[in-house]
């Protein structure tokens, strides 16, 4: 089992800057979910965290020590696009697996095929992009990991397939293991993630566990009957992160819990008042493109 | 395991609030029995298809208002000491749905007096051996 700790990671390719001073603290047995726009930086991320690029600047700790060979017997990664040999059959696959992994489980191996239902003497080249998927991710449990890291692990998969995964992924963090993952489906991270860093232009825009930055954030909307509202002392608010004021209606996007700020809207004079709770998806889109909620930035993702 | 919890992971309330919510209501209820055993972390994390660590906050809050109490190795149990602790768990339970409905009711414009109203009549029609 490991903490893994990612300080001040930047790695440039060229002029380009594909991550930029990236702090993250992933915990031991917590399911964490990478998310952000095409091209964010979390691919890169996982490369370097994995060895597999070479920072330009920063460190990446397991358990406070720097990756080393013996490690990866205990890491499973599934990178975005696969990395199947089309020439080769599942169960060659698999072979390769148990020859490279000490912890290999063909028992489990065995398992996780029959609840994808695939057969291992096909050839990856006959298979659709969902068992391609699927494969993958039958290798990386089949070893049963300390540590996941999944990109997208669920592209292609129809929704039984879906969930499944998500599944897989639950058990082991029941078990303590670590897991990563990226998504550009918050849905799926909102289930089985319980930290979460959203990513843009390289940068860490929002971090935090899902359940406090839920509960930190709400709307809250009160209705004025004129146009003019006395806006002054709301712009001095600490608590309030957005001001939105559509004539007679004022949306404050508040840290807090709402409840102090509905009040003094309400001795305002707002004749309505509601508070509204925020889920991850008006969190990231907020956090991702503050002011134009569009529902294209997620699915760009 | 006769209490069946469901959870909505998009709403904004966090999971494991709805979750808290709704063994206490299953308590207060009688749905969950005292001395009654609750499926263990892993096993409602995996039902749910919810992140482990979320039930298990859960499970010790639930712990800390004392409403079950889990034994190391055996897991968790709806605490035995009675009726009390089934009313205050009631209490918390209503609590939340009167709060809801003043603030939905505040919302959509309802002077205090127009709300004290609607309580009283909700009261009359509930209550009728009480008034």
């Known amino acids: ?301 | 395991m006769p209490a069946v919890f469901t959870v909505d992971p998009r709403s904004g309330v966090p999971i494991y609030l709805q979750l808290i919510e709704q063994v206490k209501r299953s308590v207060a209820l009688g749905v969950l029995a005292p001395g009654e055993q609750l499926p263990t972390v892993k096993q409602l994390a995996v039902d749910l298809t919810v992140n482990p660590n979320t039930v298990a906050r859960a499970y010790r809050d639930l712990e800390h208002d004392a409403v079950i109490e889990t034994a190391p190795g055996r897991g968790s149990f709806v605490r035995a000491d009675g009726v009390a602790k089934q009313t205050r768990a009631a209490t918390d339970v209503a609590g939340e749905a009167v709060t809801q409905a003043v603030r939905e009711a505040k919302s959509l414009g309802l002077p205090a007096a127009g709300v004290r109203e609607l309580f009283e009549s909700a009261l009359t029609r509930w209550f009728p051996e009480e008034k």
Request: aromatic share 4%.
């Open chain 1, 1 to 301: 089992m490991s903490t893994i700790s990612i300080e001040r990671l930047s790695k440039s390719y060229g002029k380009f800057l594909a991550v930029d001073d990236v702090t993250i603290e992933i915990p031991t047995g917590s399911v964490f979910g990478l998310l952000g726009p095409n091209g964010a930086g979390k691919t890169t991320t996982f490369k370097c965290l994995l060895g597999l690029a070479r920072a330009t600047s920063g460190v990446i700790r397991f358990d406070g020590h720097e990756l080393t060979p013996s490690l990866f017997e205990s890491i499973s990664y599934v990178p975005e696009r696969s990395v199947l040999y089309e020439w080769m059959n599942g169960a060659e696959h698999l072979e390769m697996q148990r020859r490279t992994f000490k912890r290999y489980d063909s028992k489990r191996a065995k398992q996780l095929m029959d609840l994808f239902k695939l057969d291992p003497r096909k050839s990856v080249r006959a298979m659709s992009k969902g068992m391609r998927t699927a494969l993958a991710i039958v290798m990386a449990f089949a070893i049963n990991p300390e540590t996941l890291v999944l990109d997208e692990p669920t592209s292609g998969l129809d929704p039984v397939n879906q969930r499944a995964v998500l599944n897989l992924i639950i058990e082991s963090a029941a078990q303590g293991a670590t897991i990563v993952l990226s998504s550009h489906q918050i849905g799926q991270v909102e289930r089985a993630a319980d930290h979460l860093a959203v990513l843009q232009n390289g940068r860490v825009i929002l971090a935090g566990a899902v359940d406090d930055l839920k509960s930190d954030r709400k709307i809250v909307e009160g209705i004025f009957p004129s146009e003019t509202i006395a806006l002054d002392g709301l712009r001095r608010d600490s608590r309030i992160e957005r001001l939105d004021q559509s004539g007679r209606i004022l949306r404050l996007t508040v840290k807090a819990d709402g409840g102090g700020l509905a009040e003094t809207l309400s001795s305002m004079g707002a004749q309505s008042v509601r508070i509204v709770d925020l889920n991850l998806e008006d969190i990231f889109l907020n956090a991702v493109a503050p002011g134009s909620q569009t529902a294209d930035v997620v699915e760009a993702g």
